[in-house]
């Protein structure tokens, strides 16, 4: 081979050396975009299933006020907190479904204070913790009057 | 010279021919596994909007929905949706739909399951492009037309006729009172897989009944199995479920939540009947005629059989009733 | 200027454009900010929760009235006497006063919570106002002869 055709083949590694480096940043900006995206779209994925598990907590007919099978919002019936708080924990696995890792309290501010702990499935492996407190009505059915509570839920997503 | 001449010119040849197979299939590479991921993420991506329908289904009752999501099939079973290779298992799930679901539309529906009091949401879902014909005069055809969405590819027909090919992926029949499944004419639908040609006979009322389900097998009806409904939300639930077997699976595990809800209620009803502001023996005789009911759909909801139906449909009336006592001398309602 | 310069000179001008809109794609488009759903939830939730909880609420101390009846007293006349010798009106601001400051106060949200028939001259006023954005709900009372206003503003 000559000078004249070395010089030539050296050039076109050294282009295709460019090029591949060039693309190689574009890949590592495009990887890295991703990845920013992937992250984001996992924490509103995990704040849409804090919300939806908060949700499904407050229309639990295990736990929701009715009367004449008409649904109170916003109310828990103190009787059937009572009484779901020993199945639930009893059915934690049957719960898992719908309440994933969380922990499900609820507490009576007025007139007396009180505290029930109706579902609690922890983890340490978490990548995000939510905590939602609602303000709640809390019905006792037997002496017909209403309490002010908050129902504290908190959630954690792997 | 000229053989070092045409040595370079071949060298040449061959570094091109590298360097181009390598770019080649450095960018297929990419592409592949881009397609790969992109496909992997779009079924990911309609598995959680499912997930989500699923999830939301406990919070509205009586509500339907359209959801517009990728062109997809959506493989349904007993506690079980999967999307190509992407699957989701539940411990208990209630949703009434038939084994595949395909198009880029999805119908949701939800009822409430009360018997009497609301124990849980029953989830329908189906696609757009399956169709839906009732056919029927009595009252619970009519009922039953009217509570199926109207964003449903679905008919009515009053007496029964001749049924044409639309080229819908599925085509389910409802069947109502004393129509005989075999003098529906098949039609062009005998073209179709046997499996994707199902109907229901039903015969009962709005509050229980028995459901024959059959299949198409070549140009006649097969008849695959029986089985029974509780309530109008348990009749639609067989509507939506293509087999026997999905749509007891569905009520087995409505009735686990059946059975749950009344522990808490008997839990309620017996603090209720205790408690020291029911002093008048009206309210006491009320709590305890309802735990007498109570009682009996805790034990009859167990299991999802026909016994079973009968003694929870019984029991729900008398409980409706003890409510309406509770109501009338001013006691605490039951439920 | 020679052709040759006046060519590398667009060139030049053409790759820093591309650099500065490519800068605002970036920014703009691909890196957008996260959308807050739960804060969303959370905050519109809150205010009507709170406030219609609070009304629902049997007073315990006044023969188990609700806060609304206790409230429309408060408007019309203060015949009510609770057990603890309140009146009607401060009856229901201490105890707003007590389940806010347990509820809104240690979750470190700022609140300003009104009773009123006339918004001048307010029947109850409990927390400080809102400066900037706010959520709020507010709820009309009918009385016998005006409607009480119960309003809610969480900043």
């Known amino acids: ?158 | 010279m000229i053989n070092k001449k045409a040595f370079e010119i071949q060298f040449n040849w061959i570094f091109v021919l590298a360097a181009g197979a390598a770019i080649l299939l450095f960018f297929t590479i990419v592409v592949v596994k881009q397609k790969g991921l992109a496909e992997t993420s779009t079924k990911a991506s309609v598995l959680k909007s499912i997930e989500a329908i699923v999830a939301g289904a406990g919070v509205g009752t009586d509500t339907t929905n359209t959801i517009q999501m990728p062109d997809s099939a959506i493989e349904i079973g007993c506690n079980r949706i999967s999307i190509g290779g992407v699957s989701k298992q539940y411990q208990s799930m209630v949703m009434f739909a038939p084994d595949l679901i395909k198009g880029s539309k999805l119908v949701t529906q939800t009822l409430g399951f009360s018997v009497p009091y609301r124990a849980t949401n029953m989830l329908y879902l189906t696609g757009q492009q399956a169709r839906y014909i009732l056919i029927g005069d009595n009252n619970l055809a009519k009922e039953i037309n009217k509570t199926l969405p109207s964003i449903l590819t679905k008919e009515f027909h009053k007496t029964s006729s001749l049924i044409s090919n639309k080229n819908n992926y599925k085509v389910r029949l409802i069947i109502f009172g004393d129509i005989d499944a075999n003098s529906i004419g098949m039609g062009s639908l005998d073209k179709m897989p046997d499996s994707d040609v199902t109907a229901i006979k039903v015969n009962g009322d709005d509050q229980k009944g028995a459901i024959q389900f059959y299949q198409k097998d070549g140009s006649a009806w097969s008849l695959k199995g029986g089985s029974i409904y509780i309530g109008r939300s348990s009749l639609i639930g067989a509507v939506y479920a293509d087999t026997v077997e999905s749509y007891e699976c569905n009520m087995q595990n409505a009735f686990s939540r059946l059975n749950l809800v009344t522990k808490i209620y008997k839990g309620r009803t017996e603090v209720l009947r205790d408690s020291d502001l029911t002093e008048r023996p009206r309210c006491i005789d009320t709590y305890n005629g309802a735990l007498t009911q109570l009682n009996k759909i805790y034990a009859a909801s167990s299991n999802f059989n026909n016994i079973n139906v009968e003694t929870i449909s019984e029991a729900a009336k008398e409980l409706s009733n003890q409510n309406k006592n509770a109501q009338k001398y001013s006691c605490t309602m039951i439920y | 200027m020679k052709r040759a310069q006046m060519e590398i000179l667009g060139l030049a001008i053409v790759v820093v454009l591309i650099l500065v809109a490519t800068t605002f794609i970036v920014r703009f488009l691909v890196l957008k900010s996260p959308t807050e759903y739960r804060a969303g939830f959370v905050s519109s939730e809150l205010a009507s929760n709170t406030l219609n909880t609070f009304l629902k609420t049997s007073a315990a101390e006044c023969s188990q009235l609700s806060m609304t009846e206790l409230l429309q007293d408060c408007a019309r006349a203060e015949s009510i006497t609770c057990d603890n010798g309140q009146s009607s009106c401060s009856f229901v601001n201490s105890t707003a006063k007590s389940i806010l400051s347990k509820t809104l106060g240690i979750w470190a949200i700022r609140y300003e919570f009104l009773a009123y028939t006339d918004a001048k001259l307010p029947l109850i006023k409990i927390g400080q106002q809102c400066r900037g954005e706010k959520k709020s709900k507010l709820f009309p009372i009918p009385a016998t002869t005006t409607t009480i206003y119960a309003k809610l503003d969480i900043c």
């Open chain 1, 1 to 158: 081979m000559d000078k004249k055709s070395q010089i030539q083949i050296g050039e076109t590694i050294a282009v295709l050396f460019v090029f591949f480096i060039l693309v190689a940043i574009g890949f590592i900006f495009y990887v890295k975009v991703i990845q920013s995206n992937l992250e984001q779209e996992k924490d509103e994925a995990s704040q849409l299933r804090s919300v939806g598990i908060a949700q499904r907590v407050m229309f639990l007919p295990e736990l929701q006020c009715s009367e004449d099978n008409i649904i109170t919002d916003n109310c828990i019936d103190v009787l059937k907190l009572e009484s779901a708080k020993g199945i639930m924990k009893e059915k934690e696995l049957y719960y898992y479904d719908m309440f994933e890792y969380s922990s499900i309290n609820i507490t009576q501010i007025y007139p007396t204070e009180a505290k029930w702990s109706i579902y609690s499935k922890e983890t340490d492996d978490f990548s995000s913790k939510f905590v939602t407190n609602v303000p709640i009505s809390l019905f006792d059915p037997a002496g017909r009057k209403y309490g002010f509570g908050v129902l504290a839920i908190e959630t954690m997503l792997k």
